[in-house]
């Protein structure tokens, strides 16, 4: 399968597959932005999603996809957060066992986390590469079916239903601006939004310090980067020098990419949880930070910020927004 092998009807067809399993998140009016910015800004909020973000939606597409057979083995996923409780949630709601490698440094919060949705986590090595390399090895010995969070067809169509609901509750969009990382949630909405009759703006947002995509589009191919600690940390990591799907996807859709910086994120959280009243990581609050500071260029009359997720450490938030 090529990368634009994967089309609108996918979209469709991931739609009412996972229309069961995962939540029609809102599409809510900020006041505060869009007195800020002189345009109707609308907040897509994926933090109210089940599991706290969006990834359940392409998990879930991805497991309901499986052939019997791999269904009766399972499935694998390497993560620590927002892509480990979608796999874990979807594979627990649909009998499927799920398995989820992580390193030893992962928190026992987030071990347990994912371990109270029903996953089989398993403890592996002191790095998450450490993890994937367990993984991998389960993968041939035990024929557990890799679950990639953002390089799959499946994943990225499911992901895409965000662009079908935008579209829906928002006809005359003019700008999407989304959360950055692997591309899978860009990849998806920028392929139902470009298939509008209108030219709709989709804009990637992610953290400046270890921007993966953006490093790779600007050196035309994927390229590693330096993983450093952010506030992001949902955006964090590599795109696997493999990559298969999502750089082409985001170098053939995606308009705009913008980068903010730490103390940006920092008070996109705090705006989301003073002038929204919303709990939003800060991974899933760059594209506020991006319209705070004036970064988006002409955005049109009516805009859409995908909220992508909600999971951040209390303890964290708390020192983010003072209180
Ligand atoms: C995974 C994730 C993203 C980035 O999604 P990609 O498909 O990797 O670009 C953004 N926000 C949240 C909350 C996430 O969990």
């Excluded at 030893?104 to 071990?111: A, I, R, S, Y």
């Excluded at 829906?168 to 909405?189: F, K, Q």
């Excluded at 940390?233 to 053939?252: A, K, P």
Aim: hydrophobic letters at 40%; a negative charge; charged letters at 25%.
């Amino acid at each position: 399968m090529q990368p634009g092998d994967i089309t609108l009807r996918d979209v469709y067809r991931a739609r009412r597959t996972i229309a069961p399993y995962v939540r029609r998140t809102p599409l809510a009016r900020s006041a505060s932005l869009s007195e800020k910015t002189g345009a109707e800004v609308c907040l897509k909020l994926e933090c109210l999603q089940d599991t706290g973000a969006f990834k359940l939606r392409g998990a879930t597409n991805r497991l309901m996809n499986l052939s019997e057979a791999e269904r009766a083995r399972g499935v694998i996923a390497v993560s620590t957060g927002n892509h480990g409780r979608g796999v874990s949630a979807a594979a627990c709601r649909l009998g499927i066992r799920a398995v989820i490698c992580m390193s030893d440094l992962v928190p026992d919060n987030k071990v347990q986390a994912i371990r109270d949705l029903g996953a089989d986590v398993r403890i592996v090595g002191r790095s998450q590469d450490d993890a994937e390399v367990e993984a991998r090895r389960l993968v041939d010995e035990e024929g557990l079916v890799w679950v990639s969070p953002f390089d799959d067809p499946f994943v990225i169509a499911g992901q895409g239903t965000i662009g079908l609901e935008l579209l829906e509750d928002m006809p005359d969009i003019d700008t999407a601006i989304v959360p950055l990382s692997g591309g899978g949630l860009i990849g998806g909405i920028a392929l139902a939004l470009k298939s509008a009759t209108r030219d709709i703006r989709v804009i990637g947002v992610t953290m400046e310090n270890g921007a993966a995509m953006y490093e790779s589009q600007r050196a035309g191919k994927p390229v590693p980067v330096d993983e450093e600690p952010s506030l992001a940390d949902c955006l964090t990591g590599s795109l696997g020098l493999e990559n298969h799907y999502t750089f082409d996807l985001v170098r053939d859709h995606v308009d705009d990419m913008l980068l903010v910086s730490e103390e940006q994120i920092a008070d996109a959280v705090r705006h989301a949880y003073r002038q929204e009243r919303l709990i939003v990581e800060g991974g899933a609050s760059v594209g506020i930070a991006a319209l705070l500071n004036g970064l988006a260029g002409d955005i049109g009359a009516k805009v859409a910020v995908v909220i992508s997720g909600g999971n951040i450490d209390m303890d964290k938030f708390d020192k983010i927004v003072g209180a």
